[in-house]
Protein backbone atom coordinates (compact mmCIF):
# COMPACT_ATOMS: atom_id res chain seq x y z
CA UNK A 1 0.00 0.00 0.00
CA UNK A 2 1.34 3.36 -1.27
CA UNK A 3 0.26 5.75 1.71
CA UNK A 4 1.02 9.36 2.86
CA UNK A 5 4.28 9.46 4.46
CA UNK A 6 3.57 11.78 7.16
CA UNK A 7 -0.48 10.61 8.42
CA UNK A 8 -0.41 7.08 6.11
CA UNK A 9 -3.43 8.18 4.50
CA UNK A 10 -3.17 5.88 1.22
CA UNK A 11 -2.34 8.16 -1.46
CA UNK A 12 -5.49 9.02 -4.02
CA UNK A 13 -5.48 7.38 -7.17
CA UNK A 14 -5.99 10.61 -9.55
CA UNK A 15 -2.72 11.57 -7.91
CA UNK A 16 -0.04 9.15 -8.73
CA UNK A 17 1.74 9.27 -12.40
CA UNK A 18 0.51 13.13 -12.60
CA UNK A 19 4.57 14.04 -12.55
CA UNK A 20 3.49 16.78 -10.45
CA UNK A 21 3.30 17.54 -6.47
CA UNK A 22 -0.09 16.83 -5.54
CA UNK A 23 -1.39 17.71 -1.48
CA UNK A 24 -2.37 14.39 0.32
CA UNK A 25 -6.21 14.42 0.65
CA UNK A 26 -5.73 14.14 4.71
CA UNK A 27 -2.62 16.48 5.74
CA UNK A 28 -2.29 18.48 3.08
CA UNK A 29 1.44 17.67 2.51
CA UNK A 30 2.69 18.22 -1.14
CA UNK A 31 3.21 14.61 -2.95
CA UNK A 32 4.94 13.48 -5.83
CA UNK A 33 4.20 9.37 -6.04
CA UNK A 34 5.21 7.34 -9.38
CA UNK A 35 3.95 3.64 -9.80
CA UNK A 36 5.55 1.41 -11.88
CA UNK A 37 3.76 -2.02 -13.67
CA UNK A 38 5.64 -3.97 -10.32
CA UNK A 39 3.14 -2.77 -7.83
CA UNK A 40 -0.08 -4.05 -10.09
CA UNK A 41 1.25 -7.24 -11.32
CA UNK A 42 0.72 -10.28 -9.48
CA UNK A 43 3.53 -13.03 -8.99
CA UNK A 44 2.82 -15.70 -11.21
CA UNK A 45 4.06 -18.82 -9.41
CA UNK A 46 6.10 -21.29 -10.90
CA UNK A 47 4.21 -23.25 -13.55
CA UNK A 48 6.93 -25.75 -14.58
CA UNK A 49 6.69 -28.47 -14.43
CA UNK A 50 7.99 -30.94 -11.55
CA UNK A 51 8.67 -34.09 -13.75
CA UNK A 52 10.33 -37.34 -13.17
CA UNK A 53 12.95 -38.94 -14.53
CA UNK A 54 12.04 -41.65 -17.35
CA UNK A 55 14.23 -43.89 -19.42
CA UNK A 56 17.33 -41.53 -20.26
CA UNK A 57 16.49 -38.13 -19.07
CA UNK A 58 19.50 -36.54 -16.99
CA UNK A 59 17.63 -35.92 -13.14
CA UNK A 60 18.77 -33.50 -10.61
CA UNK A 61 22.07 -33.50 -8.59
CA UNK A 62 19.81 -33.19 -5.37
CA UNK A 63 16.93 -34.69 -6.14
CA UNK A 64 18.15 -38.13 -8.45
CA UNK A 65 14.68 -38.52 -8.96
CA UNK A 66 12.93 -35.27 -10.42
CA UNK A 67 13.85 -33.79 -14.20
CA UNK A 68 16.84 -31.55 -14.17
CA UNK A 69 15.82 -28.46 -16.34
CA UNK A 70 19.09 -26.52 -16.33
CA UNK A 71 22.94 -26.85 -15.53
CA UNK A 72 24.16 -23.98 -12.56
CA UNK A 73 25.82 -21.50 -14.50
CA UNK A 74 29.23 -21.49 -11.79
CA UNK A 75 29.30 -25.41 -11.00
CA UNK A 76 27.57 -27.00 -14.26
CA UNK A 77 25.16 -29.59 -11.99
CA UNK A 78 21.97 -30.37 -13.24
CA UNK A 79 19.27 -28.90 -11.47
CA UNK A 80 15.20 -29.31 -11.19
CA UNK A 81 13.15 -26.57 -10.66
CA UNK A 82 13.22 -26.93 -7.11
CA UNK A 83 17.24 -26.48 -6.86
CA UNK A 84 17.57 -23.90 -9.08
CA UNK A 85 17.80 -20.35 -7.77
CA UNK A 86 17.34 -17.36 -10.86
CA UNK A 87 20.19 -14.77 -9.54
CA UNK A 88 19.38 -11.79 -12.55
CA UNK A 89 19.52 -14.39 -15.40
CA UNK A 90 22.29 -16.42 -14.40
CA UNK A 91 20.65 -19.97 -12.89
CA UNK A 92 22.61 -21.44 -9.91
CA UNK A 93 22.69 -23.94 -7.52
CA UNK A 94 21.95 -23.10 -3.66
CA UNK A 95 25.89 -24.41 -2.84
CA UNK A 96 26.93 -22.33 -5.50
CA UNK A 97 25.11 -19.17 -3.90
CA UNK A 98 26.02 -19.67 -0.38
CA UNK A 99 29.79 -20.42 -1.14
CA UNK A 100 29.70 -17.02 -3.49
CA UNK A 101 27.96 -15.66 -0.46
CA UNK A 102 30.83 -16.43 1.89
CA UNK A 103 33.80 -15.84 -0.11
CA UNK A 104 32.58 -12.68 -1.23
CA UNK A 105 32.77 -14.06 -5.28
CA UNK A 106 29.13 -13.16 -5.81
CA UNK A 107 29.18 -9.38 -5.88
CA UNK A 108 25.15 -9.24 -6.00
CA UNK A 109 24.77 -10.81 -3.03
CA UNK A 110 26.95 -8.73 -1.16
CA UNK A 111 25.47 -6.70 1.48
CA UNK A 112 29.14 -5.49 3.59
CA UNK A 113 32.35 -4.45 2.35
CA UNK A 114 36.00 -3.57 4.75
CA UNK A 115 37.45 -0.81 3.11
CA UNK A 116 41.20 -1.35 3.61
CA UNK A 117 42.54 1.85 1.44
CA UNK A 118 39.87 3.93 3.30
CA UNK A 119 41.20 2.36 7.43
CA UNK A 120 45.18 2.88 5.99
CA UNK A 121 44.90 6.61 4.80
CA UNK A 122 43.20 7.01 8.00
CA UNK A 123 45.52 5.21 9.95
CA UNK A 124 48.27 7.45 8.06
CA UNK A 125 46.46 10.79 7.91
CA UNK A 126 44.84 11.26 11.65
CA UNK A 127 47.72 11.11 14.10
CA UNK A 128 49.82 14.01 12.55
CA UNK A 129 46.46 16.05 11.45
CA UNK A 130 45.43 15.72 15.27
CA UNK A 131 47.72 17.47 17.07
CA UNK A 132 47.25 15.97 20.21
CA UNK A 133 47.43 12.39 19.20
CA UNK A 134 50.13 13.19 16.82
CA UNK A 135 52.93 11.27 19.23
CA UNK A 136 51.18 7.99 18.07
CA UNK A 137 52.53 8.28 14.44
CA UNK A 138 55.96 6.44 15.25
CA UNK A 139 53.24 3.37 15.67
CA UNK A 140 50.74 4.12 13.40
CA UNK A 141 52.87 5.58 10.26
CA UNK A 142 54.70 1.57 10.27
CA UNK A 143 51.72 -0.03 10.94
CA UNK A 144 49.45 1.75 8.08
CA UNK A 145 52.83 0.83 5.75
CA UNK A 146 52.73 -2.46 6.33
CA UNK A 147 48.65 -2.11 6.16
CA UNK A 148 48.72 -0.70 3.18
CA UNK A 149 51.06 -3.47 1.27
CA UNK A 150 49.26 -6.40 2.77
CA UNK A 151 46.11 -5.37 1.71
CA UNK A 152 47.34 -4.04 -1.31
CA UNK A 153 45.38 -6.95 -3.74
CA UNK A 154 42.39 -7.87 -1.32
CA UNK A 155 38.70 -6.42 -2.82
CA UNK A 156 37.89 -2.88 -1.90
CA UNK A 157 34.49 -1.46 -2.65
CA UNK A 158 31.88 -2.27 -5.34
CA UNK A 159 31.67 0.69 -6.78
CA UNK A 160 34.45 1.81 -8.75
CA UNK A 161 35.73 4.50 -6.55
CA UNK A 162 39.86 4.73 -6.91
CA UNK A 163 41.20 2.50 -3.92
CA UNK A 164 45.24 2.20 -5.33
CA UNK A 165 45.49 6.01 -4.65
CA UNK A 166 44.54 5.88 -1.29
CA UNK A 167 47.12 3.15 -0.60
CA UNK A 168 49.70 5.66 -2.84
CA UNK A 169 49.12 8.10 -0.39
CA UNK A 170 49.21 6.44 2.39
CA UNK A 171 52.57 5.10 1.23
CA UNK A 172 53.89 9.09 0.77
CA UNK A 173 52.50 9.96 4.41
CA UNK A 174 53.71 7.23 6.39
CA UNK A 175 57.32 7.38 4.15
CA UNK A 176 57.41 10.70 5.15
CA UNK A 177 56.36 10.29 9.07
CA UNK A 178 58.79 7.53 9.34
CA UNK A 179 61.81 9.64 8.22
CA UNK A 180 60.77 12.51 10.16
CA UNK A 181 60.72 10.04 13.36
CA UNK A 182 64.13 8.74 12.36
CA UNK A 183 65.80 11.84 11.96
CA UNK A 184 64.10 13.12 15.30
CA UNK A 185 65.76 10.29 17.24
CA UNK A 186 69.32 10.64 15.39
CA UNK A 187 69.29 14.19 16.32
CA UNK A 188 68.70 12.96 20.03
CA UNK A 189 71.48 10.54 19.81
CA UNK A 190 73.70 13.21 18.10
CA UNK A 191 73.14 15.09 20.98
CA UNK B 1 31.68 -18.84 -8.67
CA UNK B 2 33.28 -15.82 -10.24
CA UNK B 3 31.32 -13.00 -11.37
CA UNK B 4 32.59 -10.32 -13.71
CA UNK B 5 32.29 -6.90 -11.86
CA UNK B 6 29.26 -4.91 -12.14
CA UNK B 7 29.62 -1.92 -14.18
CA UNK B 8 28.08 1.47 -11.66
CA UNK B 9 27.54 4.85 -12.89
CA UNK B 10 27.75 6.72 -10.11
CA UNK B 11 24.43 9.22 -9.12
CA UNK B 12 25.49 13.04 -8.45
CA UNK B 13 23.65 13.75 -4.84
CA UNK B 14 25.40 12.75 -2.03
CA UNK B 15 24.07 12.70 1.84
CA UNK B 16 26.95 13.70 4.29
CA UNK B 17 26.57 12.37 7.76
CA UNK B 18 28.99 12.90 10.87
CA UNK B 19 30.92 9.73 9.65
CA UNK B 20 31.10 9.13 5.91
CA UNK B 21 28.20 9.68 3.17
CA UNK B 22 25.22 7.85 1.16
CA UNK B 23 25.53 7.69 -2.01
CA UNK B 24 23.61 6.15 -5.05
CA UNK B 25 25.10 4.47 -8.02
CA UNK B 26 23.44 3.29 -11.32
CA UNK B 27 24.13 -0.19 -12.28
CA UNK B 28 22.60 -2.40 -15.04
CA UNK B 29 19.69 -4.20 -13.26
CA UNK B 30 19.61 -2.09 -10.35
CA UNK B 31 19.93 0.89 -8.13
CA UNK B 32 22.39 0.37 -5.26
CA UNK B 33 22.75 2.41 -2.11
CA UNK B 34 25.50 2.93 -0.35
CA UNK B 35 26.20 3.74 2.84
CA UNK B 36 30.16 4.93 3.81
CA UNK B 37 31.48 4.89 7.12
CA UNK B 38 34.58 5.88 5.31
CA UNK B 39 35.98 2.16 6.24
CA UNK B 40 33.45 0.17 5.55
CA UNK B 41 30.33 0.39 2.86
CA UNK B 42 26.78 -1.06 3.31
CA UNK B 43 24.96 -1.93 0.51
CA UNK B 44 21.21 -2.15 -0.79
CA UNK B 45 20.41 -3.12 -4.00
CA UNK B 46 16.65 -2.04 -5.45
CA UNK B 47 16.15 -4.23 -8.72
CA UNK B 48 14.65 -2.22 -11.56
CA UNK B 49 12.42 -4.87 -12.19
CA UNK B 50 11.04 -4.75 -8.62
CA UNK B 51 10.96 -1.69 -7.76
CA UNK B 52 6.68 -0.47 -7.25
CA UNK B 53 6.83 2.66 -6.36
CA UNK B 54 8.57 5.89 -5.51
CA UNK B 55 7.27 8.99 -3.43
CA UNK B 56 8.59 12.11 -3.28
CA UNK B 57 7.36 14.61 -0.25
CA UNK B 58 7.76 17.79 0.02
CA UNK B 59 9.40 19.18 3.64
CA UNK B 60 9.42 22.38 4.98
CA UNK B 61 13.12 22.22 6.27
CA UNK B 62 14.35 24.94 3.51
CA UNK B 63 11.68 27.41 5.42
CA UNK B 64 13.49 26.41 8.92
CA UNK B 65 16.77 26.84 7.55
CA UNK B 66 16.28 29.76 6.08
CA UNK B 67 14.54 31.11 9.32
CA UNK B 68 17.38 30.08 11.56
CA UNK B 69 20.40 31.47 9.52
CA UNK B 70 18.61 35.13 9.09
CA UNK B 71 18.34 35.03 13.11
CA UNK B 72 21.46 33.80 13.41
CA UNK B 73 22.21 37.00 10.87
CA UNK B 74 20.40 39.33 12.88
CA UNK B 75 22.21 38.17 16.17
CA UNK B 76 25.26 38.22 14.43
CA UNK B 77 24.43 42.12 13.02
CA UNK B 78 23.11 43.15 16.27
CA UNK B 79 26.69 42.07 18.32
CA UNK B 80 28.82 44.25 15.30
CA UNK B 81 26.41 47.31 15.81
CA UNK B 82 26.89 46.74 20.14
CA UNK B 83 30.78 46.35 19.44
CA UNK B 84 30.56 49.66 17.52
CA UNK B 85 28.72 51.69 19.47
CA UNK B 86 31.38 50.57 22.46
CA UNK B 87 34.13 53.50 23.16
CA UNK B 88 36.55 50.71 23.54
CA UNK B 89 35.40 48.56 20.13
CA UNK B 90 37.66 45.39 19.69
CA UNK B 91 38.46 44.82 16.55
CA UNK B 92 38.60 41.34 16.46
CA UNK B 93 34.64 41.31 17.75
CA UNK B 94 34.51 43.03 13.98
CA UNK B 95 36.39 40.64 12.24
CA UNK B 96 34.63 37.40 13.13
CA UNK B 97 31.29 39.24 13.38
CA UNK B 98 32.04 39.86 9.57
CA UNK B 99 33.80 36.18 8.51
CA UNK B 100 30.37 34.96 10.62
CA UNK B 101 28.04 37.24 8.86
CA UNK B 102 29.73 36.43 5.51
CA UNK B 103 29.43 32.64 6.30
CA UNK B 104 25.69 33.27 7.16
CA UNK B 105 25.20 34.64 3.69
CA UNK B 106 27.02 32.29 1.89
CA UNK B 107 24.52 29.17 3.56
CA UNK B 108 21.89 31.29 2.70
CA UNK B 109 22.78 31.79 -1.01
CA UNK B 110 23.27 27.92 -0.57
CA UNK B 111 20.08 27.36 0.54
CA UNK B 112 18.34 29.08 -2.32
CA UNK B 113 19.93 27.83 -4.97
CA UNK B 114 19.00 24.51 -3.64
CA UNK B 115 15.38 24.84 -4.22
CA UNK B 116 12.80 23.32 -1.90
CA UNK B 117 13.74 19.85 0.29
CA UNK B 118 12.01 16.81 -0.05
CA UNK B 119 12.29 13.16 1.09
CA UNK B 120 12.40 10.44 -1.51
CA UNK B 121 11.07 6.71 -0.61
CA UNK B 122 11.18 3.77 -2.42
CA UNK B 123 9.24 0.65 -3.13
CA UNK B 124 9.58 -2.75 -3.70
CA UNK B 125 7.81 -5.57 -2.72
CA UNK B 126 9.31 -6.87 0.71
CA UNK B 127 10.32 -3.12 1.34
CA UNK B 128 10.12 0.36 1.71
CA UNK B 129 13.99 2.17 2.45
CA UNK B 130 14.41 6.30 2.66
CA UNK B 131 16.80 7.24 -0.19
CA UNK B 132 18.69 9.82 2.04
CA UNK B 133 20.41 11.71 -1.14
CA UNK B 134 17.53 12.79 -2.55
CA UNK B 135 16.50 15.53 0.24
CA UNK B 136 15.91 18.11 -2.44
CA UNK B 137 13.00 18.25 -5.13
CA UNK B 138 15.80 19.30 -7.86
CA UNK B 139 17.90 15.96 -7.28
CA UNK B 140 15.05 13.87 -7.08
CA UNK B 141 13.57 15.19 -10.11
CA UNK B 142 16.70 14.24 -12.22
CA UNK B 143 16.86 11.14 -9.92
CA UNK B 144 13.83 10.19 -11.62
CA UNK B 145 14.66 11.35 -15.37
CA UNK B 146 17.42 9.01 -15.25
CA UNK B 147 15.58 5.83 -13.14
CA UNK B 148 12.60 6.04 -14.94
CA UNK B 149 13.65 5.01 -18.35
CA UNK B 150 15.23 2.40 -17.06
CA UNK B 151 12.35 0.32 -14.82
CA UNK B 152 10.25 1.02 -18.26
CA UNK B 153 13.10 -0.89 -19.76
CA UNK B 154 12.50 -3.49 -17.42
CA UNK B 155 8.48 -2.97 -16.17
CA UNK B 156 6.93 -2.01 -19.45
CA UNK B 157 5.03 1.03 -19.68
CA UNK B 158 2.74 1.93 -16.71
CA UNK B 159 -1.19 2.59 -18.34
CA UNK B 160 -4.09 4.08 -16.22
CA UNK B 161 -6.26 1.09 -16.87
CA UNK B 162 -3.24 -1.25 -15.47
CA UNK B 163 -3.80 1.18 -11.94
CA UNK B 164 -7.46 1.34 -12.20
CA UNK B 165 -7.61 -2.66 -12.21
CA UNK B 166 -4.92 -2.67 -9.38
CA UNK B 167 -5.17 -6.07 -8.19
CA UNK B 168 -3.65 -5.74 -4.95
CA UNK B 169 -5.04 -1.83 -3.52
CA UNK B 170 -1.84 -0.34 -3.97
CA UNK B 171 -3.72 2.88 -4.01
CA UNK B 172 -7.02 4.15 -2.71
CA UNK B 173 -10.17 5.19 -4.45
CA UNK B 174 -11.28 8.48 -4.03
CA UNK B 175 -13.59 8.66 -0.93
CA UNK B 176 -12.59 5.26 0.36
CA UNK B 177 -9.67 7.23 2.43
CA UNK B 178 -11.25 7.51 5.35
CA UNK B 179 -11.55 4.12 6.15
CA UNK B 180 -7.85 3.80 6.46
CA UNK B 181 -7.77 6.51 9.40
CA UNK B 182 -6.72 3.31 11.94
CA UNK B 183 -3.67 2.85 9.82
CA UNK B 184 -2.01 5.49 11.96
CA UNK B 185 0.48 3.44 14.29
CA UNK B 186 1.60 6.54 16.32
CA UNK B 187 1.38 6.70 20.03
CA UNK B 188 -1.20 9.49 21.21
CA UNK B 189 0.86 11.72 24.00
CA UNK B 190 -0.41 14.97 25.60
CA UNK B 191 2.74 17.55 25.66
CA UNK B 192 2.73 18.02 29.03
CA UNK B 193 6.51 18.04 28.72
CA UNK B 194 6.83 19.84 25.53
CA UNK B 195 4.54 22.36 27.07
CA UNK B 196 6.92 23.04 30.53
CA UNK B 197 9.96 23.08 28.81
CA UNK B 198 8.54 25.90 26.06
CA UNK B 199 7.20 28.25 28.93
CA UNK B 200 10.45 27.54 31.04
CA UNK B 201 12.46 28.67 28.05
CA UNK B 202 10.53 31.95 28.33
CA UNK B 203 11.10 32.27 31.75
CA UNK B 204 14.51 31.67 31.46
CA UNK B 205 14.82 33.97 28.24
CA UNK B 206 13.45 36.78 31.34
CA UNK B 207 15.93 35.21 34.29
CA UNK B 208 18.96 35.95 31.81
CA UNK B 209 17.75 39.53 30.77
CA UNK B 210 17.01 40.20 34.69
CA UNK B 211 20.98 38.71 35.37
CA UNK B 212 22.11 41.05 32.94
CA UNK B 213 21.04 44.34 34.29
CA UNK B 214 20.99 43.52 38.23
CA UNK B 215 23.91 41.19 39.57
CA UNK B 216 22.72 39.31 42.42
CA UNK B 217 24.53 36.32 43.65
CA UNK B 218 21.35 34.68 44.35
CA UNK B 219 19.88 34.98 40.72
CA UNK B 220 22.82 32.88 39.46
CA UNK B 221 21.98 30.46 42.03
CA UNK B 222 18.80 30.49 41.02
CA UNK B 223 19.37 30.43 37.41
CA UNK B 224 22.09 27.61 37.80
CA UNK B 225 18.89 25.58 39.01
CA UNK B 226 16.64 26.70 36.68
CA UNK B 227 19.15 25.55 33.53
CA UNK B 228 19.60 22.28 35.55
CA UNK B 229 15.85 21.68 35.81
CA UNK B 230 15.28 22.59 32.40
CA UNK B 231 17.50 20.25 31.23
CA UNK B 232 15.69 17.50 32.99
CA UNK B 233 12.50 18.38 31.61
CA UNK B 234 13.92 18.52 28.24
CA UNK B 235 15.30 15.42 28.65
CA UNK B 236 11.81 13.90 29.72
CA UNK B 237 10.13 15.70 26.64
CA UNK B 238 12.88 14.33 24.21
CA UNK B 239 12.24 10.64 25.52
CA UNK B 240 8.41 11.03 25.43
CA UNK B 241 7.88 12.59 21.60
CA UNK B 242 10.08 9.42 20.12
CA UNK B 243 7.18 7.81 17.80
CA UNK B 244 4.72 10.02 19.07
CA UNK B 245 1.64 11.67 16.84
CA UNK B 246 3.48 15.10 17.91
CA UNK B 247 4.05 17.79 14.84
CA UNK B 248 7.74 17.55 13.47
CA UNK B 249 8.02 21.29 14.25
CA UNK B 250 7.44 20.56 17.87
CA UNK B 251 9.67 17.60 17.78
CA UNK B 252 12.45 20.16 15.53
CA UNK B 253 11.72 22.51 18.40
CA UNK B 254 12.42 20.50 21.34
CA UNK B 255 15.85 19.28 19.58
CA UNK B 256 17.04 22.50 19.11
CA UNK B 257 16.62 23.39 22.53
CA UNK B 258 18.34 20.70 23.86
CA UNK B 259 21.57 21.96 21.58
CA UNK B 260 20.80 25.55 22.56
CA UNK B 261 21.29 24.12 26.36
CA UNK B 262 23.99 22.05 25.85
CA UNK B 263 25.77 25.62 24.36
CA UNK B 264 24.79 27.45 27.27
CA UNK B 265 26.22 25.15 29.91
CA UNK B 266 29.51 24.55 26.90
CA UNK B 267 29.21 28.78 27.22
CA UNK B 268 29.62 28.77 31.27
CA UNK B 269 32.34 26.52 31.37
CA UNK B 270 34.11 28.65 28.83
CA UNK B 271 33.89 31.87 30.51
CA UNK B 272 35.01 30.09 33.82
CA UNK B 273 38.10 28.76 32.35
CA UNK B 274 38.58 32.40 31.13
CA UNK B 275 38.47 34.26 34.34
CA UNK B 276 40.17 31.34 36.06
CA UNK B 277 42.89 32.07 33.65
CA UNK B 278 42.35 35.54 34.81
CA UNK B 279 43.09 35.31 38.66
CA UNK B 280 43.28 31.97 39.37
CA UNK B 281 43.55 32.00 43.21
CA UNK B 282 40.29 33.43 43.63
CA UNK B 283 38.37 31.49 40.85
CA UNK B 284 40.08 27.79 41.63
CA UNK B 285 39.21 28.42 45.48
CA UNK B 286 35.23 28.91 44.62
CA UNK B 287 35.41 26.26 42.50
CA UNK B 288 34.17 24.03 45.05
CA UNK B 289 31.72 26.11 46.43
CA UNK B 290 28.53 27.01 44.09
CA UNK B 291 27.72 30.05 45.97
CA UNK B 292 31.23 31.41 46.09
CA UNK B 293 30.62 31.30 42.29
CA UNK B 294 27.58 32.81 42.19
CA UNK B 295 28.92 35.92 44.17
CA UNK B 296 31.83 35.95 41.72
CA UNK B 297 29.70 35.97 38.73
CA UNK B 298 27.56 38.44 40.46
CA UNK B 299 31.09 40.90 40.21
CA UNK B 300 31.33 40.71 36.77
CA UNK B 301 30.21 42.97 34.50
CA UNK B 302 28.76 41.89 30.98
CA UNK B 303 29.62 45.33 29.69
CA UNK B 304 33.10 45.17 30.42
CA UNK B 305 33.63 41.58 28.20
CA UNK B 306 31.40 42.28 24.58
CA UNK B 307 32.10 38.93 23.98
CA UNK B 308 30.10 37.60 27.02
CA UNK B 309 27.59 40.08 26.22
CA UNK B 310 27.13 38.96 22.87
CA UNK B 311 26.58 35.38 23.87
CA UNK B 312 24.58 36.43 26.78
CA UNK B 313 22.16 38.61 24.43
CA UNK B 314 22.53 35.69 21.72
CA UNK B 315 21.37 32.81 24.34
CA UNK B 316 18.15 35.19 25.85
CA UNK B 317 16.93 35.53 21.83
CA UNK B 318 17.74 31.94 21.07
CA UNK B 319 15.83 30.92 24.60
CA UNK B 320 12.87 33.52 23.66
CA UNK B 321 12.29 32.40 20.22
CA UNK B 322 12.47 28.75 21.04
CA UNK B 323 10.42 28.62 23.48
CA UNK B 324 8.07 31.38 21.42
CA UNK B 325 8.24 28.86 18.61
CA UNK B 326 7.37 25.88 20.29
CA UNK B 327 4.37 27.49 22.02
CA UNK B 328 2.90 28.36 18.82
CA UNK B 329 3.47 24.35 17.37
CA UNK B 330 1.89 23.61 20.27
CA UNK B 331 -1.00 25.68 20.07
CA UNK B 332 -1.04 25.42 16.05
CA UNK B 333 -1.59 21.47 16.81
CA UNK B 334 -3.91 21.68 19.26
CA UNK B 335 -6.07 23.72 16.72
Known sequence: ???????????????????TFEPCTKCQVSLRTDIFPAAVRTEAADTRPQ??????????????????????????????????????????????MESGQEKQTAQTLETHRFLHDGLAIRLSLFPPLSGFFSFFSCVTAPFSVYYAL??????????????????????????????????IILTAFNR | MTQHPILYEK??????????????????????????????????????KDIQAIQLMKTKARLARIIITFILLGITGAITALACSMDKSNPAVLVSSGIMGLFLIGCLVRLFIKGPFCKTFIYSSVQKEKLTPLNTVKKSALFLSIITPKIKAWQGQMTPDMLRSDPRRMTAAPGAILQHAANIRQKIISPVWHRGLFLSLLCLSVLMTTLLLFRAPVLFAVFSLALLLILLTNTAALVKQA??????????????????????????????????IKNVETWAKASQNQWEM????????????????????????????????GLIFLWRQKK
Not at chain 1, 6 to 16: L, Q, R, S, Y
Not at chain 1, 156 to 170: A, C, N, Q
Request: with cysteine; hydrophobic share 45%.
Open chain 1, 1 to 19: MITCEKCHTPVDINHINSN
Open chain 1, 51 to 96: MRVVSDDAGCFYHPGKKAVVPCAACGRFLCALCDIDMNGRHICFAC
Open chain 1, 150 to 183: RHWKSPGSITPRGRKWRFVLTLLFSSAQIAGWTA
Open chain 2, 11 to 48: FSAKHRKFFGNDCLWFGQDHLLLVSSTGISEDYKRFYY
Open chain 2, 243 to 276: GSTLSAGVKATTIASMIFLVLTIGAGYVEFVFFM
Open chain 2, 294 to 325: AKLYARINPFDYPVILGLDIFLICVFFITGLT
